[in-house]
C-alpha cells in the first residue's frame, strides 16, 4: 500500500478543526469546569486556590433555605405552566387551524410574542399587572372578583409570574402543535364526518390521540424550558419577587454567582449540576415516554417487516 | 335502496365535473362508476356520499329526496381509497367507532364488530393496530367499518388501487363476494375497466363529466355506444384504422382499401374509423384484404401477430397453424362481432 502524505491524511481533521475548537472551548470546558467547580470548596476565581475537595458544595446548598425555595417554586411553576399552557395551546393550535376568517391577523396575533422582547412585553405585563389601574384587575372588578395585588405582595407575585409564564410560551407551543395538525390527513376527519361523528367527538378521538406525539414533543420542550426560567422576573419584579419570595433554581444560580460579594462560585456551580441532572432526568423519560408511544401506534419497523414476511 | 339521480350539475367554479348526468341504480347491484382521471367519477362519489353538494339536479335513495341531506343521515358506508383506517385505534375499534358514534351500547357494539371482522376475514387480528396490518388486511378492515352500521349504500372509492397486481384480484373476488352476502347496494369507483368488468352487475363509463353509456358489462363490450367507450374498454385495447365510407363501403388507408365491411345510411365521404377487436380478425388467404406481418408474440396460451393494414399497425389472434414470419404477406377478413364503425369527429357508431 502506498502511503499517503502526511498532508493528505490529516486533511479531514483539519476540515473538522474550527468545529471541534469552538464545540471545546464554549460547550465542554464550561460544563466540565462548573463540574470541577462544584467540587471545590472555597474556590476563588480569580487566584484558583480553594479549601477542600468534596460535597460541601451541595451539602451547604441543599441545606440553604433559598435553594429549598428555589426547588420549590420551580417544580410548582413547571406543574402550572406546562399543563395549563400545553391544554390552552392545542385548543388555540386547533381553532387556528380551521378555515375560518381572519385566519391569517388570528395567526400573527398569536405569534406576536414571538417576536417581541421579553422584557419589553414584561413591562407592559407590569402595567397590565396594576393593583390600581391594571387592566387584570379592572376586568376581574367586573366580573366581581376582588382584586388581586399581583406584584406589590408576595402572595400574588408567584400567581402573576404564572400567568405571564404560560402568555409568553403560547406560541412556540402552537406552532409546533399546528406543525403537528397540519400532518395529520384531514380524510379521517371526512371518514369520522360521514359516520356522524360531531366537533367534540372528532376532538377527543381522532385529532389529541394522533397530535400525541407532537403533544409529548411540547410538554418536554416546555418542561425544559420553563426549568430553566429566571429572566421573567426581571421586568415583572426587578428580581427574585418582592420579599426574596420567588428564586428560582436559575435564579440562585445567578444569585450567589452574579449578586453575592464575594462571589460564591462552588454554591452556583453545585446547584448549576442539580440542576442539569433534573433536566436531564426528565429528559430521559420523555425519549422513553416517545419510543413507548411510537410502539403503541404500530410504528415499530421491525414488527411491520415480521408481519409482511409471514404473509409471504 | 334504489338510487335515482336526476339531470345532476356540478360546477366549480367555471369547471363543470359533472354534467346533466341521470342515471337508476337498482337496489341491491353493484355498479362501477367508470372513467379516465377527471371524468367526474369521484365527484359523483361525493356528491352520492354527501361530502359535496351538486349544483343542480336531484338525488333520490327510494323515495327520499337526499339531494342536500349531510352523510351521517344518509346512512352510506364509504370505504377510502387509502383506507383512512385511524393509525392509534385497534382494528377492533376501527370497526366499533361508527357505532359508537351512534351510541350502540359497547356490548353490542363489539358483538356486530366481531361479526363484521368474520366476513371480511380480519377476526384473527382484532387487537393489531392499521400498521401491522398489510394492505389487503386494511381493506377488508375499511370495508368491516364501512359496513358495520348496516348502511343503506356502500361507496368504495378507487379501493383496489394501492394494492399490488396479485392482490388486487383477490381483493376485487372479495368485495364481490361480501357484496353478494350482504346484499348491500353498492357503488365503486375505478379507472381500471378490467377491475370494472369483472366485478359490476352494471357500469357506467364517463368522459368528462358526461355519461357515455350505462350497461351491463359485456354489453358495454360488444355493443360501445361510441368510439370512446369502445376505445376505453377491452385489452389489449381496440384496433383502430382510419377509413372513409364510399357507396356503403369502408375503405381503409390512403389507397381507400376495401375492408369488406359494409354500413348502410352513411353519406359518401364520411371519414370514420374501422374499430375491431384483437379476436375478431381472420386469416383468409384468399381474401382481397391484405396485410403484413410485423410481429407475433406468444400471450400465455395465445399468439398475438401485429401487422400492418392499411398503414397501421394493428394486433389480431389468428388461428394459425403455420408460424408466421416477419414481413409475410396475409390475407384477413373480419367476424361478424366486435367490428364496429365510428364516425372519426363525433365519435358517433354506425355500425
Request: hydrophobic share 45%; charged share 20%.
Given at each position: 500500500?502506498?502511503?499517503?502524505?502526511?498532508?493528505?491524511?490529516?486533511?479531514?481533521?483539519?476540515?473538522?478543526?474550527?468545529?471541534?475548537?469552538?464545540?471545546?472551548?464554549?460547550?465542554?470546558?464550561?460544563?466540565?469546569?462548573?463540574?470541577?467547580?462544584?467540587?471545590?470548596?472555597?474556590?476563588?476565581?480569580?487566584?484558583?486556590?480553594?479549601?477542600?475537595?468534596?460535597?460541601?458544595?451541595?451539602?451547604?446548598?441543599?441545606?440553604?433555605?433559598?435553594?429549598?425555595?428555589?426547588?420549590?417554586?420551580?417544580?410548582?411553576?413547571?406543574?402550572?405552566?406546562?399543563?395549563?399552557?400545553?391544554?390552552?395551546?392545542?385548543?388555540?393550535?386547533?381553532v387556528?387551524?380551521?378555515?375560518?376568517?381572519?385566519?391569517?391577523?388570528?395567526?400573527?396575533?398569536?405569534?406576536?410574542?414571538m417576536?417581541?422582547?421579553?422584557?419589553?412585553?414584561?413591562?407592559?405585563?407590569?402595567?397590565?399587572?396594576?393593583?390600581?389601574?391594571?387592566?387584570?384587575?379592572?376586568?376581574?372588578?367586573?366580573?366581581?372578583?376582588?382584586?388581586?395585588?399581583?406584584?406589590?405582595?408576595?402572595?400574588?407575585?408567584?400567581?402573576?409570574?404564572?400567568?405571564?409564564?404560560?402568555?409568553?410560551?403560547?406560541?412556540?407551543?402552537?406552532?409546533?402543535?399546528?406543525?403537528?395538525?397540519?400532518?395529520?390527513?384531514?380524510?379521517?376527519?371526512?371518514?369520522?364526518?360521514?359516520?356522524?361523528?360531531k366537533?367534540?367527538?372528532?376532538?377527543?378521538?381522532?385529532?389529541?390521540?394522533l397530535?400525541?406525539p407532537t403533544?409529548?414533543?411540547?410538554?418536554?420542550?416546555?418542561?425544559?424550558?420553563?426549568?430553566?426560567?429566571?429572566?421573567?422576573?426581571f421586568?415583572?419584579?426587578?428580581?427574585?419577587?418582592?420579599?426574596?419570595?420567588?428564586?428560582?433554581?436559575?435564579?440562585?444560580i445567578y444569585?450567589?454567582?452574579?449578586?453575592?460579594?464575594?462571589?460564591?462560585?462552588?454554591?452556583?456551580?453545585?446547584?448549576?449540576?442539580?440542576?442539569?441532572?433534573?433536566?436531564?432526568?426528565?429528559?430521559?423519560?420523555?425519549?422513553?415516554?416517545?419510543?413507548?408511544?411510537?410502539?403503541?401506534?404500530?410504528?415499530?419497523?421491525?414488527?411491520?417487516?415480521?408481519?409482511?414476511?409471514?404473509?409471504? | 335502496?334504489?338510487?335515482?339521480?336526476?339531470?345532476?350539475?356540478?360546477?366549480?367554479?367555471?369547471?363543470?365535473?359533472?354534467?346533466?348526468?341521470?342515471?337508476?341504480?337498482?337496489?341491491?347491484?353493484?355498479?362501477?362508476?367508470?372513467?379516465?382521471s377527471?371524468?367526474?367519477?369521484?365527484?359523483m362519489?361525493?356528491?352520492?356520499?354527501?361530502?359535496?353538494?351538486?349544483?343542480e339536479g336531484?338525488?333520490?335513495?327510494?323515495?327520499?329526496?337526499?339531494?342536500?341531506?349531510?352523510?351521517?343521515?344518509?346512512?352510506?358506508?364509504?370505504?377510502?381509497?387509502?383506507?383512512?383506517?385511524?393509525?392509534?385505534?385497534?382494528?377492533?375499534?376501527?370497526?366499533?367507532?361508527?357505532?359508537?358514534?351512534?351510541?350502540?351500547?359497547?356490548?353490542?357494539?363489539?358483538?356486530?364488530?366481531k361479526?363484521?371482522?368474520?366476513?371480511?376475514?380480519?377476526?384473527?387480528?382484532?387487537?393489531?393496530?392499521?400498521?401491522?396490518?398489510?394492505?389487503?388486511?386494511?381493506?377488508?378492515?375499511?370495508?368491516?367499518?364501512?359496513?358495520?352500521k348496516?348502511?343503506?349504500?356502500?361507496?368504495?372509492?378507487?379501493?383496489?388501487?394501492?394494492?399490488?397486481?396479485?392482490?388486487?384480484?383477490?381483493?376485487r373476488?372479495?368485495?364481490r363476494?361480501?357484496?353478494?352476502?350482504?346484499g348491500?347496494?353498492?357503488?365503486?369507483?375505478?379507472h381500471?375497466?378490467?377491475?370494472?368488468?369483472?366485478?359490476?352487475d352494471h357500469?357506467?363509463?364517463?368522459?368528462?363529466?358526461?355519461?357515455?353509456?350505462?350497461?351491463?358489462?359485456?354489453?358495454?363490450?360488444?355493443?360501445?355506444?361510441?368510439?370512446?367507450?369502445?376505445?376505453?374498454?377491452?385489452?389489449?385495447?381496440?384496433?383502430?384504422?382510419?377509413?372513409?365510407?364510399?357507396?356503403?363501403?369502408?375503405?381503409?388507408?390512403?389507397?381507400?382499401?376495401?375492408?369488406?365491411?359494409?354500413?348502410?345510411?352513411?353519406?359518401?365521404?364520411?371519414?370514420?374509423?374501422?374499430?375491431?377487436?384483437?379476436?375478431?380478425?381472420?386469416?383468409?388467404?384468399?381474401?382481397?384484404?391484405?396485410?403484413?406481418?410485423?410481429?407475433?408474440?406468444?400471450?400465455?396460451?395465445?399468439?398475438?401477430t401485429?401487422?400492418?393494414?392499411?398503414?397501421?399497425?394493428?394486433?389480431?389472434?389468428?388461428?394459425?397453424?403455420?408460424?408466421?414470419?416477419?414481413?409475410?404477406?396475409?390475407?384477413?377478413?373480419?367476424?361478424?362481432?366486435?367490428?364496429?364503425?365510428?364516425?372519426?369527429?363525433?365519435?358517433?357508431?354506425?355500425?
Open positions: 500500500m502506498i502511503k499517503r502524505p502526511f498532508i493528505e491524511r490529516i486533511k479531514p481533521f483539519l476540515y473538522l478543526l474550527p468545529f471541534i475548537i469552538s464545540v471545546t472551548l464554549f460547550t465542554l470546558y464550561p460544563i466540565v469546569n462548573v463540574i470541577r467547580m462544584s467540587f471545590l470548596e472555597g474556590y476563588k476565581y480569580l487566584t484558583g486556590a480553594y479549601t477542600g475537595v468534596g460535597f460541601g458544595n451541595y451539602e451547604k446548598v441543599i441545606n440553604d433555605p433559598y435553594f429549598r425555595q428555589a426547588i420549590s417554586n420551580t417544580f410548582k411553576y413547571v406543574l402550572l405552566v406546562v399543563p395549563i399552557s400545553t391544554v390552552i395551546a392545542v385548543i388555540l393550535a386547533n387556528l387551524n380551521q378555515k375560518i376568517k381572519f385566519q391569517g391577523f388570528f395567526q400573527t396575533c398569536y405569534f406576536l410574542p417576536v417581541t422582547s421579553s422584557l419589553a412585553v414584561g413591562l407592559s405585563w407590569r402595567f397590565m399587572f396594576n393593583d390600581k389601574y391594571g387592566v387584570i384587575n379592572y376586568l376581574l372588578t367586573l366580573l366581581g372578583i376582588d382584586p388581586v395585588t399581583f406584584l406589590g405582595n408576595p402572595s400574588g407575585n408567584f400567581l402573576a409570574l404564572v400567568i405571564f409564564g404560560i402568555w409568553a410560551i403560547l406560541p412556540n407551543t402552537i406552532i409546533l402543535l399546528l406543525s403537528g395538525l397540519q400532518n395529520i390527513d384531514p380524510l379521517y376527519y371526512t371518514a369520522a364526518k360521514v359516520d356522524g361523528a366537533t367534540l367527538r372528532i376532538f377527543f378521538r381522532i385529532t389529541v390521540p397530535l400525541a403533544i409529548m414533543l411540547v410538554i418536554i420542550i416546555n418542561m425544559i424550558s420553563t426549568f430553566k426560567m429566571y429572566h421573567e422576573l421586568p415583572l419584579f426587578n428580581g427574585p419577587g418582592v420579599a426574596y419570595n420567588l428564586f428560582t433554581v436559575v435564579y440562585y444569585y450567589e454567582f452574579r449578586v453575592l460579594t464575594p462571589p460564591k462560585y462552588g454554591y452556583a456551580s453545585a446547584a448549576a449540576v442539580m440542576l442539569l441532572v433534573i433536566v436531564f432526568v426528565f429528559t430521559m423519560l420523555q425519549r422513553a415516554v416517545q419510543a413507548w408511544s411510537r410502539k403503541e401506534r404500530g410504528e415499530d419497523v421491525k414488527q411491520v417487516k415480521k408481519h409482511r414476511d409471514a404473509l409471504r | 335502496m334504489k338510487i335515482r339521480l336526476e339531470n345532476i350539475v356540478k360546477r366549480f367554479d367555471d369547471n363543470t365535473a359533472v354534467d346533466d348526468f341521470s342515471a337508476v341504480i337498482e337496489s341491491g347491484e353493484l355498479v362501477t362508476l367508470l372513467g379516465p377527471g371524468c367526474g367519477k369521484s365527484t362519489l361525493n356528491m352520492l356520499s354527501g361530502i359535496l353538494y351538486p349544483t336531484k338525488i333520490y335513495f327510494d323515495e327520499d329526496d337526499v339531494t342536500y341531506m349531510s352523510s351521517e343521515k344518509r346512512g352510506v358506508g364509504l370505504v377510502f381509497q387509502n383506507y383512512a383506517l385511524y393509525p392509534h385505534m385497534t382494528v377492533l375499534e376501527n370497526i366499533c367507532f361508527p357505532l359508537e358514534i351512534k351510541k350502540v351500547p359497547k356490548k353490542e357494539r363489539i358483538e356486530k364488530a361479526k363484521m371482522a368474520e366476513l371480511v376475514h380480519v377476526e384473527t387480528m382484532l387487537n393489531r393496530k392499521p400498521g401491522q396490518l398489510s394492505g389487503g388486511q386494511q381493506q377488508r378492515v375499511a370495508i368491516a367499518r364501512a359496513l358495520v348496516e348502511p343503506r349504500l356502500l361507496l368504495l372509492d378507487e379501493p383496489l388501487s394501492n394494492l399490488d397486481a396479485r392482490l388486487r384480484i383477490e381483493m373476488e372479495e368485495i363476494r361480501i357484496q353478494l352476502e350482504t348491500v347496494t353498492t357503488i365503486f369507483v375505478t381500471d375497466q378490467e377491475e370494472a368488468m369483472s366485478i359490476s357500469i357506467i363509463l364517463m368522459k368528462l363529466g358526461v355519461l357515455q353509456q350505462y350497461d351491463k358489462p359485456q354489453y358495454l363490450y360488444d355493443q360501445p355506444a361510441n368510439c370512446f367507450v369502445a376505445d376505453f374498454l377491452g385489452n389489449p385495447p381496440i384496433n383502430k384504422v382510419e377509413g372513409v365510407v364510399k357507396g356503403g363501403k369502408v375503405l381503409l388507408g390512403p389507397n381507400e382499401e376495401d375492408s369488406l365491411v359494409r354500413t348502410d345510411n352513411v353519406p359518401d365521404g364520411t371519414p370514420v374509423y374501422l374499430s375491431f377487436r384483437s379476436e375478431s380478425v381472420i386469416l383468409d388467404d384468399k381474401s382481397p384484404l391484405r396485410a403484413r406481418v410485423v410481429l407475433t408474440s406468444v400471450m400465455g396460451k395465445e399468439i398475438i401485429s401487422f400492418v393494414l392499411a398503414g397501421k399497425e394493428v394486433r389480431g389472434y389468428m388461428n394459425s397453424d403455420v408460424e408466421l414470419q416477419r414481413d409475410q404477406e396475409i390475407g384477413i377478413r373480419f367476424k361478424k362481432t366486435g367490428v364496429f364503425v365510428f364516425d372519426r369527429e363525433s365519435g358517433e357508431r354506425y355500425l
